[in-house]
């Protein structure tokens, strides 16, 4: 499975942006999708997943509230709308593919994409 990442870019605080990872090369709709994020110097840290089979969705408090995920399987895409955006949302995010339903746990993915920078401006 091949993911690839955009949406990224410079914002303002308060802003608004919408992440997209689209997956090819695999059965989209058997994986559990997820988006973590990696500040410099910081662990990569989960923060959002969305199921393969009920489409439950699963939030890092410090998104909760902030972001919401979603999956198109006709497109073979998952998205990450992020609403009030904050500094300390600067990071690189990242969108990976898992089989398991462990959704918070970042060495439960198998497959990764390459990272969307998202830098939030104060």
């Known amino acids: 499975v091949q993911l690839q990442a955009s949406g990224g870019g410079l914002v303002q605080a308060g802003d608004s942006l919408r992440l997209s990872c689209a997956a090819s090369?695999?059965?989209?709709?058997?994986?559990?999708m997820g988006w973590f994020r990696q500040a410099p110097e910081k662990e990569r840290e989960f923060v959002a997943a969305?199921?393969?089979?009920?489409?439950?969705?699963y939030y890092a408090d410090s998104v909760k509230g902030r972001s919401t995920i979603s999956r198109d399987n006709a497109k073979n895409t998952v998205y990450l709308q992020m609403i009030n955006l904050k500094p300390e949302d600067t990071a690189v995010y990242y969108c990976?593919?898992?089989?398991?339903?462990?959704?918070?746990?970042?060495?439960?993915?198998?497959?990764w994409g390459q990272g969307t920078q998202v830098t939030v401006s104060s």
């Open positions: 990976g593919a898992t089989r398991s339903r462990w959704y918070r746990i970042r060495s439960a993915y198998e497959y």
């Open positions: 969305i199921g393969w089979s009920d489409g439950r969705t």
């Open positions: 090369g695999g059965t989209f709709s058997t994986y559990g």
